[in-house]
T-cell receptor, first 113, second 113 residues
Framework: NAGVTQTPKFQVLKTGQSMTLQCAQD?????MSWYRQDPGMGLRLIHY???????DQGEVPNGYNVSRSTTEDFPLRLLSAAPSQTSVYFC????????????FGPGTRLTVT | GEDVEQSLFLSVREGDSSVINCTYT??????LYWYKQEPGAGLQLLTY?????DMKQDQRLTVLLNKKDKHLSLRIADTQTGDSAIYFC?????????????FGQGTTLQVKP
């Protein structure tokens, strides 16, 4: 199993540009989520999904869109990048039963200038 | 809403014990977790405790849970320089296992040789 994969690893955008951060998992996990990590603020949940076709907002959803057309993929779209979206973005997935351990991807470091 | 709080920084000498503390608000959580994040990497599950347990020991790691005070701690015995990382406390949201976790801000552990 590859686990949770994220692309790209690094990205620089100009203000106003749009882009999609990719996330995929091969563990047949129902639950997938996107977090952003900023210094001193821990992990903040952006959007999450409990299964294909179902998404919901987390703590900081503004400026981001998601979709979940398949169990494996959960892309995060930045509609019009702003400097406040400079952050490290992590995708995670888990089963909804049992211990519920979340498996994290390696992260995407995004800079918006 | 649910909240998880941690102190931000802890510094210890190599060979000493480290104790990282966490408080949480959701008394219906089924599991509580400790994740470790090494520099430049995603989070990895270190250990977890079921909410009806008081203590769990796993080699150098001891987790203590005080449900009455909603207090969780992680003790690392014989701390090594390789233990330097950010440690996140997390609880699953509610009593049902949706997969959604609430994370604390993270405690940076610095181990001095």
């Amino acid at each position: 199993n590859a686990g949770v994969t994220q692309t790209p690893k690094f990205q620089v955008l100009k203000t106003g540009q749009s882009m999609t951060l990719q996330c995929a998992q091969d563990m047949n996990h129902e639950y997938m989520s996107w977090y952003r990590q900023d210094p001193g603020m821990g992990l903040r949940l952006i959007h999450y999904s409990v299964g294909a076709g179902i998404t919901d907002q987390g703590e900081v959803p503004n400026g981001y869109n998601v979709s979940r057309s398949t169990t494996e993929d959960f892309p995060l779209r930045l509609l019009s990048a702003a400097p406040s979206q400079t952050s490290v973005y992590f995708c995670a997935s888990s089963y909804q039963r049992g211990v519920g351990e979340q498996y994290f991807g390696p992260g995407t470091r995004l800079t918006v200038t | 809403g649910e909240d998880v709080e941690q102190s931000l920084f802890l510094s210890v000498r190599e060979g000493d014990s480290s104790v990282i503390n966490c408080t949480y608000t959701d008394s219906s959580s089924t599991y509580l977790y400790w994740y470790k994040q090494e520099p430049g990497a995603g989070l990895q599950l270190l250990t977890y405790i079921f909410s009806n347990m008081d203590m769990k020991q796993d080699q150098r790691l001891t987790v203590l849970l005080n449900k009455k005070d909603k207090h969780l701690s992680l003790r690392i015995a014989d701390t090594q320089t390789g233990d330097s990382a950010i440690y996140f406390c997390a609880e699953n949201e509610g009593s049902g296992n949706t997969g959604k976790l609430i994370f604390g801000q993270g405690t940076t552990l610095q181990v001095k040789p």
